[in-house]
């Protein structure tokens, strides 16, 4: 982050003067440090390069006290940078590469799996190559197995690698792209694709979130979640928070009802905090 009073008199951009930056964990990394500040035992299984960026990756897990399982790998550390001035952001870069070598990452997580002691599996999928359709079938495999659940973040169109999950959270976005439609934001219209993808892939639990209109529980019965207004300061990382909260309750015994209300309570918590922001056990009790 920095200071901005002048234009760039080599294109019509703002200057910003950076006076301080930090590092913090995203995407899967920031669910596992969610559930961390909730006080859960994690693990952390994904990619990750040879380069600076894993290492930092590294420290920050370390310094959380998430276990690492990540697989190095000939490839960048996804990085997305962002600028900001003024408490708005002027720009975001990133830097990605999509993982192709599925047969090392396979091998890898069955590796893994094999000392696997926990309860649940949470898939956050970014369609980087690493939730393949071979991984994802071993994940679930393994995980009726051994009667774990196995809760997915969804991305793209092929939903069948997600057959036989306990839950999956698309949010609207990803319900259009799935469909391939327009989708309108209401109850009645949500609950309607919400049953198509529970019979359709065979998934026990569907949970859709709708950004300011709550959430959407599709299980025998259906559960409308309404969101509390809040003043949003940064979006990044809700959607971890609530898979996050969602998971730890259940697995603490809450009845799943009352685990998606403290879930969606949360997300709305987070979004009113700058940067991804991993909410502690205190803070999630005082929610209400």
Known sequence: SGSTDRLSPEAPVPVVKIDSQFSVLGG??????NL????????????????????????????????????????FTTVKTRV??????MVRVDREEVFSDEDAFVNHLSGVLSF?????????????GV??????????????????????DPKGTDWSKYEGAFL????????????NTSIENTN??????????????????????????????????????????????????????????????IQQGEDISIAINKANQAGSYVITKPNTYAISNTELNSLN
Request: charged share 25%; glycine share 6%; hydrophobic share 45%.
């Open 28 to 33: 899967a990394a920031n669910v596992a440090n």
């Open 36 to 75: 961390a500040a909730l006080g859960a035992n994690v693990s952390l299984l994904g990619v990750v390069g040879r380069d600076d960026n894993a290492r930092i990756v590294n420290e920050l897990l370390e310094a959380k006290g998430i276990a690492n399982q990540l697989l190095d790998a000939d490839i």
């Open 84 to 89: 900001i001035s003024r408490n708005q952001q």
């Open 116 to 128: 696997f002691q926990g309860s649940a599996i949470i898939v956050s999928d970014y369609a980087k």
């Open 131 to 152: 939730c393949s359709s071979e991984a994802m079938k071993v994940i679930l495999t393994w995980a009726t197995n051994n009667d774990v659940k196995v809760l997915i």
């Open 168 to 179: 999956i959270k698309p949010n609207v976005k990803e319900l259009e792209e799935l469909f």
């Open 188 to 249: 009645s219209e949500i609950a309607q694709f919400g049953k198509e993808i529970r019979s359709r892939y065979n998934i026990e639990n569907v949970l859709i979130t709708r950004s300011e209109e709550g959430m959407t529980y599709i299980h025998d019965e259906i559960l409308h979640v309404k969101s509390r207004k809040v003043d949003i300061y940064d979006l990044s990382g809700a959607g971890d928070t609530v898979i996050a909260v969602l998971v730890f309750l």
